[in-house]
């Protein structure tokens, strides 16, 4: 599903007056890998009723006693259309389907710059390396008071707004306006937009002397290449054994988790085939040659680990080529479709269900939950309820032997205990109010470290003391954490400033480093790869 691929639609009439333009098959098309994009014409037959929607709406355009937007009366006749269908197919706006195609292509046109809104300034936490913030001299630490000649200091700036005012056509110039070290700038950074790539590899690195360490966040258009390059370094480093971190990997493109799992076999393999009522059954194979083909391999998901990071993850397990490790995967088991409007807008919409070599359907059963149609706020909002419970619908067996189950999600070979502490209400609202960062950058930003990343990750550790201060920073804001959960919850959030002070210090590739020195899965991972006397030598 890359852009540029798959056959041109043109839909003769559909559901709203919109549709007759016409549907355009958009870049995702599942079943092409092509850069020829087709010009079939494809018509959609009619019944006697298809016109009733575009009657509705002249109707009401013509008649009804107030003015109305006829746009916004289409766009909540799709929505209403698509959202009935099942939990994934979905009707996107022309601003939602460009966020979603900047998320999987992992480019944008901007300025490479990150930022945190503290107590009403904005805070810049990180500048993509190379870019052009970075080559007109911002850096990580600097408040920005104006971007061109809008004040955006000491105000509720959002988020959004701020994106719309540093984004912009590739060379136009924006000019920021900044406070260093105390010290307001009297001269702006004059900075030219271009192209920014943002890898979905997170991080990379030697978690040990022969293990590589790859944390996937998305299948992107650039993954399998950034991937394929990563694997090639690690080995140059020793890797002799991998960890592929799919934990919360949402998915994204089909293709490409199919070129990423074509990697670890050395032969034609099935990865993965599809079906659907009006697609007939069709296998995907790996393309052999694959760049890490012989060591060890763990494959790492979560309860967020779903559809296309599931492909891979099912695919390895059903050939006895990885060990998966850690709780039941999501369970999305259905391909979507893109079909692109004229004006911008999207359907997401589901084509076929795919299943694993040996056939498992990984789909959860999903019933809809009618009581919420009268909640008219949030109409589509728990719509669908998924089927959280794994029900051994079938039972399959590997060539090695291994039995294993369909019904709902990849069921790991090695499971991760449930957290009840990440898990608890109280560390989620520490979690969703920002707490966490807002305290890193009001008591960690003074100045950058002088010691090397290295030394931060090897040795770095919030002393109790600090802690301590961030229990009395959330009673301050109303959020009351008792002697006994501060106990419990201890280990976690010392982990999550470290981590955070990690990321703002040396960049988002040490955020993880930290985080992975107390991860209960990455520590089973290695458990696993190697004896546990190599293991104390090497941590002595």
Do not use: C
Not at 84 to 112: C, K, M, R, V, W
Not at 116 to 130: E, Q, W
């Amino acid at each position: 599903m890359q852009k540029g691929t798959g056959r041109n639609i043109f839909v003769a009439a559909t559901y709203a007056a919109t549709l007759f333009l016409g549907l355009i098959l958009g870049q995702n098309y599942v079943d092409q890998q092509s850069n020829n994009p087709g010009s079939s014409l494809v018509p959609i037959g009619l019944s006697d009723n298809s016109y009733k929607i575009q009657q509705v709406l002249d109707l009401l355009s013509n008649s009804y006693v107030d003015s109305l937007n006829v746009d916004s009366l289409q766009n909540g006749a799709i929505n209403h259309i698509v959202a009935h269908l099942d939990p994934y197919s979905s009707y996107l706006l022309p601003n939602e389907s460009q966020a979603q195609s900047e998320a999987l292509e992992g480019t944008f046109e901007g300025i490479g710059l990150e930022f945190f809104n503290l107590n009403d300034t904005l805070l810049v936490v990180g500048v993509i390396a190379d870019g052009p913030a970075e080559k007109a001299g911002l850096k990580v630490g600097d408040r920005i008071l104006r971007i061109d000649s809008t004040q955006v200091a000491g105000r509720k700036v959002g988020q959004n707004i701020v994106d719309k005012m540093v984004r912009g056509k590739k060379g136009s110039s924006v000019a920021i306006y900044v406070a260093r070290d105390n010290r307001e700038r009297t001269d702006p950074f004059h900075v030219v937009r271009d192209q920014i790539k943002v890898s979905s590899v997170d991080v990379s690195y030697m978690v040990k002397p022969t293990i590589g360490y790859i944390r996937i966040r998305r299948f992107g258009l650039k993954t399998a290449e950034d991937f394929k390059a990563t694997i090639k370094e690690l080995k140059k480093q020793g890797a002799q054994n991998l960890i592929l971190d799919l934990r919360d990997n949402g998915g994204g493109y089909f293709h490409v988790a199919l070129r990423l799992a074509s990697e670890f076999f050395n032969d034609r393999k099935m990865l993965v085939y599809t079906e659907g009522a009006h697609e007939n059954k069709r296998e995907y194979y790996s393309e052999g040659a694959g760049e890490y083909t012989q060591g060890k391999l763990i494959v790492l998901i979560n309860e967020g680990t779903a559809s296309a990071s599931e492909i891979v993850a099912g695919a390895v397990q059903d050939w006895d080529r990885a060990t998966v490790v850690g709780r039941r995967s999501y369970g999305k088991g259905i391909v979507q479709e893109q079909f692109d409007f004229l004006d911008g807008s999207r359907i997401n919409l589901s084509i076929s269900r795919y299943y694993t070599p040996l056939g498992r359907s990984i789909q959860k059963k999903y019933t809809a939950n009618w009581s919420n149609m009268i909640d008219y706020a949030s109409m589509y909002k728990g719509l669908w309820v998924l089927d959280t419970t794994f029900a051994n619908a079938q039972m399959y067996k590997t060539l090695a032997g291994r039995e294993l189950f369909s019904g709902g999600g990849i069921k790991p070979d090695v499971n991760i205990s449930i957290d009840s502490n990440e898990l608890s209400l109280l560390y989620q609202d520490i979690i969703k109010s920002s707490y966490l960062e807002q305290f890193v950058y009001e008591r960690f930003t003074k100045q950058l470290p002088a010691y090397s990343i290295e030394n931060f990750i090897q040795g770095y550790h919030l002393p109790q003391l600090e802690y301590d201060k961030f229990i009395l920073y959330l009673k301050d804001r109303n959020i009351i954490v008792n002697e006994r959960r501060s106990k419990e919850l201890l280990t976690l959030i010392q982990s999550d400033i470290e981590a955070i002070v990690g990321r703002y210090y040396f960049g988002r590739e040490a955020y993880f480093k930290v985080k992975n020195r107390k991860d209960e899965y990455v520590k089973k991972a290695i458990e696993l790869l190697v004896p546990t006397s190599l293991i104390t030598s090497t941590n002595g």
